[in-house]
């Protein structure tokens, strides 16, 4: 068993580094960069060849780090930030400022998240185990010529280990505080000469970090399990065929929040102990869900995916055809007022079916000119029930029932040509028809108002559209790379589908614009040390954005719109860097300014040539340091992370607090000691995240309106999670 490991970096990394298998562990400690053979352009080439702004991280990487969760991303990865609205499985995903807040499930996300090449059309399908990875793949700036979905904000590529002609396993059992326990593992190797399989499991047991804060019961147990599936036939010497299934169960109590702000009106002072929450529910609302008025916030989630991988190979160029199908199941019951006060309990019932088929042929050699052309389908079925209990603020409790049927139909493609010496220039194209129905629409209250008034109500929103990319790259030598490129990229409209009590906020919104402007240089200097940098300029046109309406209620509730114009500016810098053998360094810096060049909102008011509300800058790094003596093998490891100021829109809205909704900026560190013995099959590591025990939170928001006053108290925000310490111990085989 022979496994390269992807040095503990951010950006496009290629460390050479020593796997836990005992025929690696021998081997000298490089002190040279190891090249990364990425496919983000659908063929095999160096990461460093690639005048896109990628960042890779190997999947042993991401185990040894602890990131089994997509969300994790975001304190490893330069310019992206994930955040899990109101601590629900429905996570936001921005990349470079450019994403887009919904609550909903139902309208796709402004960045693509893959796994194998397949799309997750729906951004909630994303909250499973990531486990068995051969790595990574993080792109900035536009994305659609060469991938399924379009997207404005970028596309995040999850290439999972495939079958080996040879036996081979793997088995980490981990412990660690609040009684976590965690299992990951696989076995892999032939069945037949033509035939071969891989079974891969992992499951992450306990970790109840929060407490209620009126009964002391725990809350936060991790109950998640998954498993993959994998066969690859030779049935020609030019045909390969790959089935993939998947399957993922989530069990898991829901986070709770905390109260960040006292509630005087109901006599709770603000949560000092970040950890703490609470929960409880009405008798109607829990006879109406089906649970007992005490249940916890939790999980009953599952997720099955299939796909079917075809490569022929037809000598001068190559056939692939990719056919998934997805199944999504999600009940999830959350407390959104974090108390036994019935503000804001909430209950999601979610069934989504999801299909995809892309075909596309591309030339088979390098060549002065290389090009790929494809089509896409995908066809997205998603059922919601989704209800909400207002008793304490509004004496209703809400329930909004639909279905959406969505379609896309593509063409895309892309060449490149070697214009002259160390000069190639890129043209991409891609035109789409995407359409997207809301039917048998409805909401109600119990018991029934007369404001809500929307039943058998239906919405839809039909778009043609066409984006593409001119690039060029100059080949300094061969360890250094300029690019240059234009590139037009597209996110679907959609339709809001919150708590909706009349057909206005049922009114689509349009496909969002953006108008990329980057460059860019990559560079290996004398062997061991990496520089990456990019700058960019975004012309954004119809940028969606949640905006705020009052509802009939009199309550304030988001409604997406388009905003008419809004421009971004930053840039990436990724070094890696080898100083002495054993020794590695790594450091990444992202910023970004946006503003709202013109954009009048009703509740808002004209924020035109006002900042955007984001975080400006990211920083991140890591220090690993390995070593041998007396026949063992010792690794010492640190990574740690900055997340600037994030400003919230909402202190608008409720302005009588000030900036209490702004995220403060943070660190976050983490520590791990590894050690093996040489020509062993074990490995033992010790870890700490969070190592200075910070408190921070991932996002803040209210609810409701104080009954009799005019301004709001109940202000709510998810924690991150504290301190915690935990062994691995990995045997391989």
């Known amino acids: ?117 397949v799309s997750y059309g729906f951004p909630v399908q994303t909250q499973g185990l990531l486990f068995d990875l051969d790595r990574v793949e993080v792109l900035r700036g536009p994305q659609g010529t060469l991938y399924g979905k379009n997207t404005t904000g970028g596309a995040i590529n999850f290439q999972t280990r495939k079958p ?31 035939l071969r399989g891989r079974f891969s499991y992992a499951t992450e047991q306990g970790g109840a970090w929060q407490h209620n804060r009126e009964t002391g019961e725990k809350l936060g147990a991790k109950d998640i399990s ?21 399957y993922g169960q989530d069990k898991s109590d829901a986070q709770g929040l905390y109260l960040f702000t006292a509630r005087p009106h109901y006599g709770y002072a603000a949560d000092t102990d970040l950890t703490a929450t ?91 000119l290389n090009w790929v052309v494809g089509a896409y389908y995908s066809s997205e079925k998603l059922n919601e029930d989704w209800y909400t209990d207002f008793t304490r603020d509004y004496g209703v409790i809400t329930r909004t029932k639909y279905k959406q049927d969505g379609e896309t139909q593509a063409l895309f493609g892309q060449l490149d040509y070697k214009l002259a010496q160390n000069w190639k220039g890129i043209i991409g194209v891609r035109q789409e ?19 809500a008034n929307v039943a058998g109500a239906s919405s839809s929103l039909s ?74 300029h975004y012309d954004y046109h119809n940028q969606q954005f949640q905006d705020i309406t009052q509802s009939p209620s009199g309550a304030l509730i988001g409604k997406i719109v388009n905003i008419n114009s809004s421009a971004v500016d ?3 810098i990724e070094l890696n860097w080898i100083p002495l053998s054993g020794l590695t360094i790594t450091q990444s810096l992202g910023y970004k300014h946006a503003t709202f060049r013109d954009f009048k909102s009703l509740q808002l008011g004209d924020l035109s040539g006002k900042d955007q509300f984001m975080p400006k800058l990211s ?7 390995a070593w041998g003596a007396a026949g063992y093998r010792f690794k010492l490891a640190g990574d740690y992370s900055y997340h600037d100021t994030y400003k919230s829109w909402l202190n608008i809205v409720n302005p009588d607090g000030g900036n209490v909704y702004d995220i403060k900026s943070y660190w976050l560190a983490n520590a791990r000691f590894e050690v093996s013995q040489v020509g062993a099959p074990w490995q033992v590591s010790f870890w700490v995240r969070n190592l200075f025990n910070e408190k921070y939170d991932l996002t803040r928001n209210f609810f409701g309106n104080r009954p009799g006053g005019t301004s709001d108290d109940l202000n709510v925000a998810l924690a991150g999670q504290p301190r915690t310490v935990g062994a691995v111990l990995n045997y391989a085989f």
């Open 1 to 117: 068993m022979k496994r390269v490991l992807i040095g503990a970096s951010i950006g496009v990394i290629g460390v050479s580094s020593v796997a836990p298998a005992a025929e690696t562990r021998a081997v000298t400690e490089a002190t040279t960069l190891e090249k990364v053979v990425v496919t983000a352009q659908k063929r095999e080439e160096s990461a460093q060849d690639v005048g896109v702004a990628i960042s890779v991280l190997s999947g042993d990487e991401l185990q040894a780090r602890g990131v089994t969760n997509i969300n994790q991303l975001q304190n490893e990865v330069p310019s992206l930030e994930i955040e899990p609205a109101f601590g629900s499985g429905q996570s936001q995903f921005r990349i470079r400022g450019i994403g887009f807040q919904d609550y909903g499930p139902n309208n796709s996300s402004a960045v693509g998240v893959y796994v194998d090449e």
């Open 164 to 194: 080996t002609k040879e036996f081979e396993g793997d088995v980490s059992i981990g412990y660690s505080s609040y009684d976590t326990k965690t299992i990951q593992g696989f076995l892999s190797g032939p069945i037949s000469e033509s």
């Open 226 to 246: 998954a498993f993959r599936g994998q066969l690859e036939l030779d049935a020609t010497r030019d045909l390969k065929i790959a089935l993939t299934a998947s």
């Open 278 to 368: 609470g929960w409880g529910r009405t008798a109607a609302f829990s006879r109406m869900i089906g649970v007992s008025q005490n249940q916890k916030p939790t999980k009953d989630n599952d997720s099955t995916n299939v796909a079917l991988t075809v490569n022929w190979d037809l000598d001068t160029v190559k056939l692939t055809s990719i056919t998934s199908a997805q199944n999504f199941h999600r009940r999830e019951l959350s407390d959104w007022d974090g108390t036994s006060v019935n503000n804001a309990d909430v209950y999601w019932k979610d069934d989504a079916n999801i299909f995809s088929q892309e075909v596309r042929l591309a030339s088979n050699k390098t060549t002065d």
């Open 433 to 451: 028809h995407e359409k997207r129905t809301i039917s048998d629409f409805s909401t109600t209250t119990t018991p029934v108002q007369a404001w």
């Open 463 to 536: 778009t043609d559209g066409t984006s593409g990319k001119l690039g060029i790259e100059y080949q300094l030598d061969k360890n250094a790379l300029l690019y240059g490129s234009v590139s037009r990229g597209i996110k679907s409209g959609g339709i809001t589908a919150h708590n909706t009590f009349n057909t206005y906020a049922l009114t689509p919104f349009e496909p969002e614009t953006l108008v990329a402007y980057e460059t860019g240089f990559k560079a290996d200097l004398a062997g061991n040390l990496r520089l990456n940098a990019s700058v960019f």
């Open 570 to 572: 930053g840039g990436e």
């Open 619 to 625: 920083y991140g790094g890591s220090v690993a340091y």
